[in-house]
């Protein structure tokens, strides 16, 4: 079905609404959280409502519904991200937690003095401070690999800083502050040369269907299902099933297992492995439901109608004089990261609040990068697919009249 925009806004409830009195919601917040559609709230509600049991335990009708929903919702995360099968999906509580997996069991289990983690100056703190920790434990050492002024990667600064030392090169696919696109091809292609896994953190590319595993040739990718349309608390890890099995428990309890003695106790092969005690079932289920909403959509009509969204952002930004624009890769999703000197970004986000525009304010959970751009924090607006042009102009128009009152 060709790609309506306005008929899609129709299937997220929370779009419709009006804020501050009256005002039309615009939700430009999308890289903190997306909306959810109907079809997700339906999903989780009906799952509560009708099928509501744990899982994998019992023989009984509900839990064997609710187990076959709960993996069936891992083989739409699996489809989503069209790993080959190779692949195993481990259920998570997030971005986060995925990245803490990888660098506490992987990392805790692999590195060693003298090995080297690389990462880059756009990385999220959740993709940072568990390498941090891991670099403590193990004495590895972490280098960053620099971004250009455009806010691209700096492919040459990789190219000198991965080494036969580099164990795993961990970076984002997509930057939640400059919104660049890195050529995570290009990357793997160089990481496998020397020997290194390489971990994409996703959490800002899967919402945009950015996310290919059959090309992207990675060991290791984390998303959160909230940023997917999908419900909060719930995220996968994916990951070869042979690097899994290979990997440390890393939370131990219920379901992990295979036999528990005083003596010694095994562990179950992955997924399961990582999925200890009772996993957020509903939200599981309600992640495999965005999967299924997102399947049904025009992907080349999205694809065009989001660059149009980035360029229009892009450019009734710059028209109002004296923005400055964070971030202008040439591959780059729908996001603009702006200050206007002179003008606090929090005052801009209140203005723009009382008008029913949700932005961002703040240094994004990458204070490493705001240190790197010697600023304090941005303004931030993140769309998606169910944003219009006409709420572009309506949030410019709005940002203008701000800054004449606040400059
Ligand atoms: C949001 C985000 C995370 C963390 O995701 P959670 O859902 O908070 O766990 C990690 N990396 C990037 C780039 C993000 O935008």
């Not at 440390?248 to 179950?268: A, H, K």
């Not at 892009?314 to 000197?341: M, Q, W, Y």
């Not at 990068?369 to 931030?380: H, K, Q």
């Amino acid at each position: 079905m060709k790609f309506d925009v306005q008929k899609i806004r129709e299937d997220f409830p929370a779009l419709s609404q009006t804020v501050r009195g009256g005002k039309k919601l615009v939700y430009f917040d999308n890289a903190a959280t997306s909306q959810k559609p109907r079809s997700v709230i339906e999903a989780i509600g009906n799952f509560y409502a009708c099928d509501n049991a744990n899982i994998h335990r019992s023989a009984h009708e509900l839990s064997a519904r609710a187990t076959e929903q709960y993996e069936n919702a891992r083989k739409k995360a699996l489809k989503f991200l069209n790993a080959p099968k190779e692949y195993c999906a481990v259920f998570t509580r997030g971005a986060t937690e995925s990245l803490n997996i990888v660098a506490q069991s992987w990392g805790q289990s692999n590195l060693a003095e003298g090995d080297e983690i690389l990462l880059t100056e756009m990385e999220h703190h959740a993709n940072i401070v568990p390498w941090q920790i891991a670099a403590q434990k193990t004495g590895a050492k972490i280098r960053i690999v620099k971004i250009l002024p455009d806010g691209s990667l700096d492919m040459d600064d990789f190219e000198r800083k991965i080494s036969e030392k580099t164990k795993i090169v961990s970076v984002a696919h997509a930057s939640n502050v400059l919104g660049t696109v890195n050529d995570i091809s290009a990357i793997s292609k160089t990481a496998k040369k020397f020997g290194a896994k390489v971990s994409i953190d996703a959490a800002q590319s899967a919402p945009h269907m950015l996310d290919d595993m059959s090309k992207l040739d990675c060991d290791f990718i984390s998303l959160s299902a909230h940023k997917c349309f999908g419900p909060t608390g719930c995220g996968v890890l994916v990951s070869k099933q042979s690097i899994l099995d290979s990997m440390p428990p890393y939370q131990c309890g219920g379901d992990m297992i295979e036999n528990v003695s005083w003596e010694r106790t095994t562990f179950r092969p992955a997924p399961e492995r990582f999925e200890a005690g009772t996993p957020n079932i509903a939200g599981a289920i309600g992640f495999g439901a965005a999967i299924d909403y997102l399947s049904s959509l025009d992907i080349d009509g999205l694809r065009r109608h989001e660059h149009a969204l980035r360029e229009r952002l892009t450019e009734r930004l710059l028209e109002i004089g004296g923005i400055k624009i964070f971030g202008n890769a040439k591959d780059k999703v729908a996001l603009a990261s702006f200050c206007r000197p002179g003008v606090h970004p929090n005052d801009i986000s209140v203005m723009l609040d009382a008008a029913g525009i949700a932005v961002r304010t703040g240094h994004h959970c990458a204070e490493p990068l705001m240190n790197s751009l010697g600023i304090e924090g941005t303004a931030r607006a993140s769309l998606a697919f169910y944003n219009t042009l006409d709420e572009i102009d309506f949030f410019a128009e709005t940002l203008k009249h701000a800054i004449d009152l606040l400059a």
